[in-house]
């Protein structure tokens, strides 16, 4: 089995719902799951992450508030990302900024 050189783990308050929410609006699928410690592996398009309800064995350094991943962005490349997009504003959820073209600086060349 393949194994992704960094994969970073989500802590949510409740894994069920989050669950529903990256496969049903975002599209990931799970590869393996260990419910009874409400712990999920996702994956889509070969991006991969792991959910973790917040419990006793979290890594947990500080008090929580929400939103969790306060100060977190992750780049994830997808296919069709205006539909995604649209799906995510669909879902209601709360859209910290809109979809944008951006460019990036990287020596003398621009990325976006």
């Known amino acids: 089995m393949r194994r992704s050189k960094l994969v970073p783990e989500l802590a949510c308050a409740d894994l069920e719902r989050s669950l529903d929410f990256y496969k049903r609006?975002?599209?990931?699928?799970?590869?393996?799951?260990?419910?009874?410690?409400?712990?999920?592996?996702?994956?889509?398009?070969?991006?991969?992450?792991?959910?973790?309800?917040?419990?006793?064995?979290?890594?947990?350094?500080?008090?929580?508030a929400h939103p969790y991943g306060r100060g977190m962005n992750l780049e994830i490349e997808v296919t069709g990302v205006e539909a995604l997009y649209a799906a995510v504003v669909a879902s209601g959820v709360a859209v910290f900024r809109a979809i944008e073209d951006a460019w990036y600086r990287r020596g003398g060349v621009l990325l976006g």
Do not use: C, K, N
Request: net charge negative; aromatic share 12%; no cysteine.
């Open 25 to 64: 609006v975002l599209g990931f699928r799970v590869l393996y799951a260990r419910p009874e410690e409400h712990f999920a592996y996702l994956e889509r398009d070969g991006a991969e992450l792991m959910l973790d309800q917040v419990g006793e064995r979290s890594w947990i350094t500080a008090d929580l």
